[in-house]
């Protein structure tokens, strides 16, 4: 498995170091030594925890759908023409932009501030690996 330094969880999981020390302290996140003598963590672990301890607000459209990829944030800024318009919102860590149509902006009563949720359905996900994180493939 993976083994990630302290700095890096925290920067991966948007804590600081000595949060990612505490949850070792306190049993909820094991650790080893690398050859360096460095504090790593194992990344499969680091994953584990990541799941269960996310934080998402809920969607409050309740609506049901077949897309998984729901992100509740706050519209941060709108730029409108005649026909389309681009609208960005923030998502938790996330910065999410979206191109629609100048009437549905209207229509949505978007404006900067308010809530709303990015669904995103793609055909096509690309999945990278930072530099010298990568490593053979491995199937399961």
Not at 36 to 63: F, H, I, K, W, Y
Not at 89 to 110: E, F, N, T, W
Request: net charge negative.
């Amino acid at each position: 498995m993976p083994q990630i330094r302290i700095k890096d969880a925290a920067l991966y999981l948007g804590v600081s170091d000595d949060t990612v020390r505490r949850w070792i302290e306190a049993g909820l996140l094991g650790s080893a030594r690398d050859d360096s003598g460095r504090t790593v963590v194992d990344g499969l672990e680091l994953a584990q925890l990541a799941r269960q301890n996310a934080v998402l607000p809920s969607d409050p459209s309740g609506v049901a759908g077949s897309a998984r990829n729901r992100f509740v944030g706050l519209v941060t800024d709108i730029v409108v023409d005649t026909v389309m318009a681009k609208v960005e919102l923030q998502c938790g860590p996330h910065r999410v932009v979206s191109l629609i149509s100048s009437d549905a902006v209207r229509d949505l009563g978007l404006e900067l501030g308010s809530v709303a949720v990015a669904v995103v359905k793609a055909t096509n996900v690309i999945v990278e690996t930072p530099a010298g994180h990568g490593g053979p493939a491995v199937s399961r």
